[in-house]
Structures are given as structure tokens and as C-alpha cells.
């Protein structure tokens, strides 16, 4: 086919260093991400050797871009092998892999130039104890990983070779990308770095016992052999205590009893007593690292004895995030709603109480927010009153009956000058009852509505 041909010629994966502008302290993880201060970079701890790793980063037209640096001396570009490898990889589309750009051919150093993801890796995230998983958010990972490996199985690159917690990249909306696959011959024959036997053989926790057995095992991978990858993984989502979680033992001792296969038909893997998950989930692990490939259920497989996970979830956690937004919003407005009219209904009451205990003018103005302003009068006759034997009555009645007993001679005496000086006047009542004194401003015949109180409650 000529048209291919000429796409496989076209070389239009090549970038050109002088274009990417490189960001050297821009790289970030979510480790450093969290914190307020420290170094725009993350560095994980890999034992008595450390290995630091730092992300380059830089801006290609426009868009940021990850290197990843590829130490090779030459790469023959004329390759057929590599060209349809370089193609393949330039038309991969998922939401869940992370995509191929380009790379750079530079004398000693060549990179793959992918896009950025700011979160940093998945492993970076489960070694954070200050970033709380709970369940939508393991359901959403465990997703996103299925769906990208599905598609890298069912792509031209066929399998992965590589699948680990630090190759699970996380971009800005919290969306897991599979990330370091594929370009087998273009990376072919590279200086590895060498941190020390411990850093050296964690690389391999992840790798199946068939593939650890071999002299020279396919750099590519298998299928199977990415199922097993991603049993270690779920193993390493579910305990937060690394891939192999309180075992004492070394990297390479862990290696070297997982290529020995199983002793008294049990094969060394991670313990799952400590895991506190549905029992399907457990199943579904201990089958992804079956001793036996063939015995292994491939990832769509997986996926559907999964799938429960994700029972009243959208696709992804930030899909997950947006609808409980919405939720908590749309029940916000409804609080809002309730505590409106229960403010109406005790501002009312407020009123009522006020208009109650003083003149309707001064209750107003209250009301209003306005200051009480002072009223003047002309003339005003101040008339003192005496009940005789008073004391004697109140000590031989009740509370209610000196109450009532007063209402009558005030509402009495009040239609009574009422009647002959035809004028507004006001009464003036202090008493004492109980240990309270309540004062009581009244006009006209108001005194018959009027009610007493004391400190005890209302007569």
C-alpha cells in the first residue's frame, strides 16, 4: 500500500530539541504536589540504594510534554522495525494510556516525548498516607487500569511487558494513564542505570514466574504476564503497604522464591489476610497470579467480575466527584430552603412577642431596625394607686388570682376614666413576683390583653 508506505517514511514522530522549551524544576508528583513547601519533584525511596526520579519536562507547541530519556549511542531510524513501531505507537487514542508525541534523535541521547501527567504515579499516591482512597476512588483506579490494558491487548503493541504501580500515571483530573509500553526495538540495547541490587531487583516484584524463569524473556511481555502484573498491582491498591506489604523479606529473596515456583503446592505471593474487601475481589486476585498462565482470566475478564465496583459510579473519579458535587449542592439548596422559612417563622414571632409587650408605635420602629424616637405630651395627669389590704389578699391567693384580680381592678378603672375624661392616657405598673421585676408601659384598655411574667415562666 502506498499511502502506508509513505506514512511509515514520512518521519512524523521526529521532534526537533530545539522546539520544546524544557521546564528543569517543573516536574511534580503527588508526593511534593501535597506539601506547601519542598522541591517541584519527587524522589522514591528505594532502600539502602536510592534511585531519584525526576521527570523532565517542557512545552512543545504550546502543550506540556514529558522525556523520557532513552541512553543509546545510535537508533537507525531507517528501520522498518522501528518506523512501523514509531507509527503503531503515534496512533494509539485512549483516555486511559498515556500518548506517544514524538521523540527526539540527539548524538548520546535520544528521548520519547509522551504527554504530561501532574499527579505523578500511582505508586506515588498509595505512598502518601495523607491522601485518603475510599472505595469510589480504588473502584475508579482499578477501572481506569482494566480499560487501558484492554485496549494495549487489543491494539497492534499486544501486550505490555512492564505493568506496575509506577508505570500508572495520574493526569490532572485523577485519571489513571498507562504509561512505558510498547517501542521494544526502539529502546532495545539501552544503558540501563544501575542503583544498587535492591533497586535492581524491585523492578522485577511485578514480573510473572514464567517470565522470571526465562534467560531471555521477551521484552514485550505477555498477556498473561501483564495479568499477573496487575494482580500484584490491585494487591498493592488494596493494602497501601507496597506490592509484597509487611514482608521481611529482600527484594531479590522475594524475587528468587517467586521464580521457584510453589513449595507444598503453594506459591509465594503477597498475603491477603490483611485485605478487607469483598470476597469477589479477593477471587479475582488470586487468579490474576495463578501459578499456571492458561489458569489466568485475561483483563476482560477481569472487568466484568469487577465491575460491581463501580455500581451507581460514572467512569472516572472526577466524573464521580462532579455528580456528588451536584448532589450535596442540590440537597444545599434545599437546607437553605427549610432554614429560610423556619428565620420567617421566628422573625414573626419576634414581632408578635414585641408588639405585645410594648405600643404598637415603639414595636414599629423596632421592628423596622429604627431607633426609638422619645414622645412629647402637652399635659399628662399622673394618677397613684393604693389596693387596700393588698399584702393581706396576696398572702392568702394564688399567683393567677392576684394576676387576675389586678387585670380586673386596672380594666375596670381604665373604662371608668376612659368614659368621663375621654383622652389616651398611659399606666405605669411595676410589680415584684417571685424574684423578677417586670414593668408593664400600657395605653388605653390594653392591660385587659396583657400578660405578666415572671421567672418562671408566663402567668
Not at 169 to 183: H, M, N, P, T, Y
Request: glycine fraction near 6%.
Amino acid at each position: 500500500n502506498w499511502r502506508y508506505e509513505q506514512a511509515l517514511a514520512s518521519l512524523i514522530w521526529k521532534i526537533d530539541m530545539k522546539d520544546i522549551h524544557l521546564q528543569p524544576e517543573a516536574a511534580i508528583s503527588a508526593l511534593s504536589m501535597l506539601g506547601t513547601t519542598g522541591p517541584q519533584s519527587s524522589s522514591l525511596s528505594l532502600g539502602p540504594d536510592q534511585e531519584q526520579r525526576f521527570t523532565k519536562m517542557g512545552v512543545y507547541k504550546g502543550t506540556l510534554v514529558a522525556l523520557k530519556p532513552v541512553k543509546k549511542k545510535t537508533i537507525d531510524t531507517s528501520s522498518r522495525e522501528i518506523k512501523l513501531e514509531l507509527k503503531v505507537m503515534r496512533d494509539l487514542r485512549h483516555d486511559n494510556i498515556v500518548q506517544f508525541i514524538g521523540a527526539t534523535i540527539e548524538p548520546g541521547m535520544t528521548h520519547i516525548v509522551t504527554e504530561y501527567c501532574s499527579k505523578g504515579s500511582l505508586e506515588d499516591i498509595l505512598e502518601n498516607s495523607d491522601l485518603k482512597l475510599d472505595e469510589m476512588f480504588i473502584a475508579s483506579i482499578v477501572s481506569d487500569i482494566l480499560k487501558g490494558m484492554i485496549y494495549i491487548h487489543s491494539s497492534a503493541v499486544v501486550s505490555h511487558g512492564n505493568l506496575k504501580s509506577s508505570n500508572c500515571l495520574v493526569d490532572s483530573r485523577w485519571v489513571i494513564k498507562i504509561s512505558d509500553f510498547g517501542l521494544c526495538k526502539f529502546k532495545s540495547k539501552q544503558e540501563l542505570p544501575y542503583h544498587g541490587e535492591h533497586a535492581n531487583y524491585k523492578r522485577f516484584l511485578w514480573t510473572a514466574p514464567e517470565l522470571l524463569r526465562l534467560y531471555k524473556p521477551p521484552p514485550q511481555g505477555t498477556q498473561k504476564g501483564d495479568v499477573y502484573s496487575f494482580g500484584i498491582v490491585l494487591h498493592e491498591i488494596l493494602n497501601r503497604n507496597g506490592c509484597y506489604g509487611d514482608c521481611h523479606l529482600t527484594p531479590k529473596e522475594i524475587v528468587q522464591r517467586v521464580k521457584d515456583g510453589p513449595i507444598n503446592g503453594v506459591p509465594f505471593r503477597p498475603s491477603i489476610s490483611e485485605l478487607n474487601c469483598d470476597s469477589a475481589i479477593l477471587t479475582t486476585l488470586v487468579a490474576c497470579w495463578d501459578e499456571e498462565p492458561d489458569l489466568r482470566p485475561d483483563f476482560k475478564t477481569c472487568r466484568k467480575n469487577l465491575r460491581f465496583m463501580q455500581k451507581g459510579m460514572r467512569s472516572n473519579i472526577f466524573d464521580n466527584m462532579m455528580m456528588m458535587m451536584e448532589k450535596y449542592a442540590n440537597n444545599l439548596e434545599s437546607v437553605v430552603a427549610e432554614r429560610t422559612v423556619e428565620l420567617h417563622e421566628e422573625k414573626k414571632k419576634t414581632e408578635t412577642l414585641l408588639h405585645r409587650m410594648l405600643p404598637s408605635s415603639v414595636a414599629a420602629q423596632l421592628v423596622r431596625g429604627q431607633p426609638v424616637v422619645p414622645e412629647a405630651f402637652d399635659s399628662v395627669t399622673i394618677y397613684f394607686s393604693d389596693i387596700c389590704g393588698f399584702t393581706a389578699m396576696s398572702s392568702e391567693s394564688t399567683p393567677l388570682q392576684v394576676s387576675h384580680t389586678d387585670l380586673c381592678l386596672y380594666t375596670f378603672g381604665t373604662d371608668t376614666i376612659r368614659s368621663i375624661v375621654k383622652a389616651d392616657f398611659t399606666w405605669l405598673l411595676i410589680l415584684f413576683m417571685g424574684t423578677q421585676q417586670v414593668t408593664r408601659v400600657s395605653t388605653g384598655t390594653g392591660w385587659s390583653n396583657r400578660r405578666f411574667y415572671t421567672d418562671t415562666g408566663t402567668l
